[in-house]
């Protein structure tokens, strides 16, 4: 029984929280940081190979070149030198 009541005053808690906490700051500031960056345009790029050739380049990237070093593995999106 004193399990239970205590189950039941947490959810009441829970939704008291849900119902009177603000989540996620006011709209007006929507967007904020988007507007204040520069606008630049897209350069051009050379075309990506499709289909074989891709996956090709894809299998030699994440394989056949890794370079094994110390401390944890790189993200293929890392620019680190």
Do not use: E
């Not at 009441?12 to 849900?18: D, E, G, N, R």
Request: hydrophobic share 35%; aromatic share 6%.
């Amino acid at each position: 029984s004193k399990r239970l009541f205590a189950c039941h005053s947490y959810y009441k808690l829970v939704v008291l929280a849900l119902v009177m906490g603000k989540v996620h700051g006011s709209l007006a500031r929507a967007g904020k940081v988007r507007g204040q960056t520069p606008k630049v345009a897209k350069q051009d790029k050379k075309k990506q190979p499709k289909g074989r050739a891709g996956k090709r380049i894809k299998y030699n990237r994440r394989f056949v070149n890794v370079v094994v070093g110390l401390g944890k593995k790189r993200s293929p999106n890392s620019n680190a030198t």
